[in-house]
């Protein structure tokens, strides 16, 4: 499409129109910016909601819930390497795997340190694909066959647990605050 | 529930009904926008600008009790999140409002102002890239521009908001292209 305007003609245009090209921008810019604060009130609450959450779970449940709650929407299959990283960042956070597993996942270390396997740190529990050749994959207890599961197993499981109560405080901050 | 089901026509009246009732001391407001209104053709700086600001608070006033009317009916669904039905309030029913009444607020303030629709169109369509010099030979004579051809090439351009994601690309995409 052709306007027919001499190229001189156009800064002669623009000045005979600048102001309201300039006040139909700020109207816009107005509107768009009251609603990006709608954005950010929302966010905030979110985030209030989710420290009142924090505050009741212990420091394990803490970390690891939001990471882990995190993680699982972004992939169906968390990649080891993945996997991993959250571990390196629980490991940093300085919580001892050995006291925060559950027994059967305290036994498998035990067992493994027994065969002079010492394993201490949640991003080499989360990665180890086996359990090293040494361990009894089955184990019969009262005549009935049970599987041990591998210490990745029982570790991963540690996080599962962790998203699940993670997930319920923050729905019981919902509903407490659906009725305020 | 779907969106779709909620009692949208109550919603718009009690929104409607709220947006019309005014606090006496308001009254001053609408007054002088009548006044500026008729002052815009004149392009003073300072009338346009008091406008672009009565104006753009009323949008907002009127965004603001949209959400809350909202909220307020999603808060007696169900004790899901509060958050998430805030969202939902925002993405689908703010944002497109603010769509809505942007669109005729720019509109009313251009012919107001009585800018002629081919300078809107030529100001805001961003067709610089095919202007030509007067008087070229096989030069088409475009169709009688109105100031809604205008808007809604520049719609289509910036992508006026429908929804809040669409908002937040647009406010750090946006800024200084229309100015």
Not at chain 2, 2 to 23: G, K, M
Not at chain 2, 43 to 60: K, P
Not at chain 2, 98 to 119: F, N
Request: proline share 4%.
């Amino acid at each position: 499409m052709s306007y027919r305007v001499k190229c001189n003609d156009i800064s002669m245009l623009y000045d005979a129109n600048k102001i309201w090209i300039s006040q139909a921008g700020r109207m816009w810019d107005n509107v768009l910016y009251e609603i990006l604060a709608q954005q950010v009130q929302i966010d905030l609450e979110e985030r209030s909601d989710a420290i009142a959450a924090v505050e009741v779970l212990s420091r394990f449940d803490s970390t690891a819930g939001p990471l882990y709650a995190e993680v699982s929407e972004r992939f169906t299959t968390i990649p080891d390497g993945v996997w991993a990283d959250i571990g390196a960042k629980i490991d940093r956070a300085g919580i001892s795997l050995a006291e925060t597993l559950e027994p059967e996942g305290k036994k498998i270390l035990r067992d493994l340190a027994k065969q002079k396997m010492f394993i201490s740190t949640w991003e080499e529990a989360l990665a180890c694909d086996s359990d090293f050749d040494v361990l009894e994959s089955k184990i019969v207890v009262r005549g009935h066959v049970k599987y041990r599961g591998m210490l990745a197993r029982h570790t991963k499981r540690a996080f599962y647990r962790a998203r699940d109560k993670y997930r319920n405080v923050l729905e019981h901050v919902y509903e407490k605050r659906a009725l305020v | 529930m779907r969106w779709s089901d909620l009692p949208h026509h109550r919603l718009s009246s009690e929104i409607a009904q709220t947006v019309a009732y005014r606090f006496p001391q308001e009254a001053h407001c609408e007054f002088q926008l009548r006044e500026l209104t008729a002052r815009l053709p004149e392009l003073r700086e300072e009338d346009h600008s008091e406008y672009v600001r009565l104006v753009s608070a009323e949008i907002n006033r009127e965004l603001r009790i949209c959400r809350d009317t909202y909220r307020r009916f999603l808060a007696t669904l169900n004790s899901k999140s509060r958050t998430a039905k805030w969202e939902v309030a925002l993405n689908f029913a703010v944002a497109p409002r603010a769509s809505e009444r942007l669109q005729q607020e720019i509109c009313a303030y251009l012919r107001d102002t009585k800018v002629k629709p081919t300078i809107v169109e030529f100001f805001l369509a961003d067709n610089a890239g095919v202007l030509v010099p007067f008087g070229e030979p096989g030069v088409k004579t475009p169709k009688e521009p109105s100031i809604e051809d205008g808007y809604l090439f520049l719609r289509a351009q910036l992508g006026i908001p429908e929804s809040k994601k669409a908002v937040q690309e647009r406010i750090i995409h946006r800024r200084g292209t229309i100015r």
